[in-house]
Each structure stands twice: as structure tokens, then as C-alpha cells.
């Protein structure tokens, strides 16, 4: 089955303590991004990748680091996470930007 | 940069009609898209449209203006599971054909 999956889907954790959210999609898409959601805001772009070690900021990327050594990998990186970092995650992937798969989501809760 | 702009929120009748708007402004207008999210869930694809026109997909069809720089959704014979948030988003290839979304509609169906 094609499908982004995202881990953990639930987190809560504390300020300073740092935290990996993993991405990881079977589909053989070049591009990946992270998103966070939060109300009000709507959908707002963290990092993007184009393939394997290409990767660039997006609208909000303050705070977070990603890596692609793999296709199929895209793991958001929050080395110190703050409570402004509370929110609800997405990980996507297509052939290109536009037509996303979406994983089912990760919401953190930083303390 | 980009600004996309649809309502917060729309109310309709089981059976009904609704016709969500989308207006954006960009540089380099690579292509507008429609997504469906239900509530704690991630978001889906539902439509893609590049040149000007109507796009039909069973009950639901997405135009587009680019002259305007104007879309809508249109969601017909509407169903109790049609209560959802619909996100319209934009690609910009004069930024690297990044995807960039509107804070979506809300739309509720009500019996």
C-alpha cells in the first residue's frame, strides 16, 4: 500500500530536549516537505526536498533541521525544541510539488 | 511572495450546493490545487488546475481564472462526510515551484 508514514504520532516533551519526528514514504518520491498546522495559520511550509541531499528552507524553518540520505527518508529534526514548536506535523511526498501524499500527522507538545 | 485568500468558514444544507473561492496572488503561477481535510486528519488530494476552466470530478469541480488570479470548488449534492476543511494552494515556479497554501475553508454541513 502507498503510504508516508510519520513517528511518533504523539509526543510530548519538554523545552531543550531534543526530538527527531521520521518520515518515511514507499512511493519512490523525489520530493518530500514538512508542514506544521496550526489554527489560524493553516499550513505553513518547514523544509522541503527535492531528492537525495538536496534539501531547503521553507516559510518557517527557524528552530528545525532535516536531512535526505535516503529517497524514502525525511526526518525533522528539533534540536531544542521551545513551546512555540507545539503544534501538528505533516510529512509529504510526490513526484513533484503539488499533488502531496500526506502522512497521518504528528502532534507534538513541547512543555 | 505569495497571498491566498478563501473564506474561514461556510455553512450548507445536505443536498446543496457550495462554492468555495480561492484568490491568489503570485509571480510565477505554476499550477493551483484543492485539498480535502476532515478534521484530525491529514489532508487530501482532490483537484489540480493549470489552464483556464472547469475541472470535473464526480461531485466535485475546481475552475480556475489565472487572468484573475481566481479559482473555486465547487461541491455538489452535498453529503453529512463533505464537512471538512477545503485547503486551495498555489505552486509559484518563479520560487522554485514551491506549494504554498491558503489557511482554508470550513465548511459544515448541516441535515
Known amino acids: 500500500e502507498a503510504q508516508v508514514t510519520q513517528n511518533p504520532r504523539y509526543l510530548i516533551t519538554v523545552t531543550g530536549k531534543k526530538l527527531t519526528v521520521t518520515c518515511s514514504q514507499n512511493m519512490n518520491h523525489e520530493y518530500m516537505s514538512w508542514y506544521r498546522q496550526d489554527p489560524g495559520l493553516g499550513l505553513r511550509q518547514i523544509y522541503y526536498s527535492m531528492n537525495v541531499e538536496v534539501t531547503d528552507k521553507g516559510d518557517v524553518p527557524e528552530g528545525y533541521k532535516v536531512s535526505r540520505k535516503e529517497k524514502r527518508n525525511f526526518p525533522l529534526i528539533l534540536e531544542s525544541p521551545s513551546p512555540n514548536q507545539t503544534s501538528l506535523y505533516f510529512c509529504a511526498s510526490s513526484l513533484s510539488p503539488g499533488e502531496l501524499f500526506f502522512g497521518e500527522g504528528s502532534r507534538l507538545t513541547v512543555l | 511572495g505569495q497571498n491566498i485568500d478563501q473564506p474561514t468558514e461556510m455553512t450548507a444544507t445536505e443536498g446543496a450546493i457550495v462554492q468555495i473561492n480561492c484568490t491568489y496572488q503570485t509571480s510565477g503561477f505554476n499550477g493551483l490545487f484543492w485539498y480535502q481535510q476532515h478534521a484530525g486528519e491529514a489532508p487530501t488530494f482532490l483537484s489540480y488546475?493549470?489552464?483556464?476552466g472547469l475541472e470535473e470530478k464526480g461531485r466535485f469541480s475546481s475552475f480556475l481564472s489565472r487572468s484573475k488570479g481566481y479559482s473555486y470548488l465547487l461541491l455538489k449534492e452535498l453529503q453529512m462526510k463533505d464537512s471538512a476543511s477545503y485547503l486551495c494552494?498555489?505552486?509559484?515556479?518563479?520560487?522554485?515551484?514551491?506549494?504554498?497554501f491558503g489557511g482554508g475553508t470550513r465548511v459544515l454541513v448541516k441535515p
Open positions: 494552494a498555489v505552486r509559484d515556479r518563479a520560487a522554485g515551484n514551491k506549494l504554498t
Open positions: 488546475n493549470v489552464l483556464d
